[in-house]
């Protein structure tokens, strides 16, 4: 049973377009973590979201985690070519839990 | 020094080999894990280690054995692998604590044939 959904899988864009990636679960979670992840390497963390209802930005990157700390979503502002990977939630149930991963987000933008 | 070293970064083994792969890294992190991530899947846990014991197994097969000789490597002994152990494995360590920030290296890439 996975317990961090993300939609969609794979999402192909133009440089220049906006697009969101949603992480959904069922469970309620004390803390949830985006990372990105290049071919060839290893995830990095992107930002950690604790507080329901909390936005945080990094640049063209919006980050919220829902006020019922079930989901979050993940918002780029005019992408670019560098944005492309794979893109992970993850979650701790409580504090000092094991990290689940989501499903994941593969992106690809265009030139 | 924000760095996780993995070696090596690819690895083609036998069904009867015996080999092993090793994680280092120094920013003082006392919990250091190993990951399984399969092609356009997420990052599986197998172990966690905190201040070198051996915290979660994820019910891992036992032809994969982890050690932690110090507080800053990790090795993951391989024996008897099947095909289907390959995988990009995943190294990555943290501070303890609530909400802990993963550093993952780069990862091997194993074959097993």
């Known amino acids: 049973t996975q317990l961090l959904e993300q939609s969609p899988q794979f999402l192909s864009i133009q440089e220049g377009e906006n697009l969101t990636v949603y992480c959904n679960s069922s469970?309620?979670?004390?803390?949830l973590q985006w990372y990105r992840q290049e071919p060839g390497e290893g995830p990095v963390l992107l930002v950690t979201?604790?507080?329901?209802?909390e936005v945080k930005k990094l640049k063209r990157l919006t980050f919220q985690f829902g006020d019922a700390r079930k989901d979050s979503s993940l918002h780029i502002t005019a992408a670019q070519p560098g944005d492309t990977g794979l893109y992970l939630c993850a979650g701790a149930r409580s504090s000092g839990d094991k990290l689940t991963f989501g499903t994941g987000t593969r992106l690809a933008v265009r030139p | 020094d924000t760095e996780v070293t993995q070696t090596p970064k690819h690895l083609v083994m036998g069904m009867t080999n015996k080999k092993s792969l090793k994680c280092e890294q120094h920013m003082g992190h006392r919990a250091m894990y190993w990951y399984k991530q399969k092609a356009k899947k997420p990052p599986e846990l197998m172990f966690v280690?905190?201040?070198?014991?051996?915290?979660i197994n994820e019910s891992v097969p036992s032809r994969f054995s982890p050690e932690c000789p110090n507080s800053s490597l990790l090795n993951l002994h391989l024996h008897a692998l099947q095909p289907e152990d390959s995988a990009l494995y995943l190294c990555?360590?943290?501070?303890?604590?609530?909400?802990?920030?993963?550093?993952f290296g780069s990862g091997t890439q194993l074959s097993v044939l």
């Open positions: 469970s309620v979670f004390s803390s």
């Open positions: 979201v604790v507080t329901g209802g």
């Open positions: 280690y905190s201040y070198e014991k051996l915290s």
């Open positions: 990555a360590s943290s501070r303890q604590g609530a909400s802990p920030k993963l550093f």
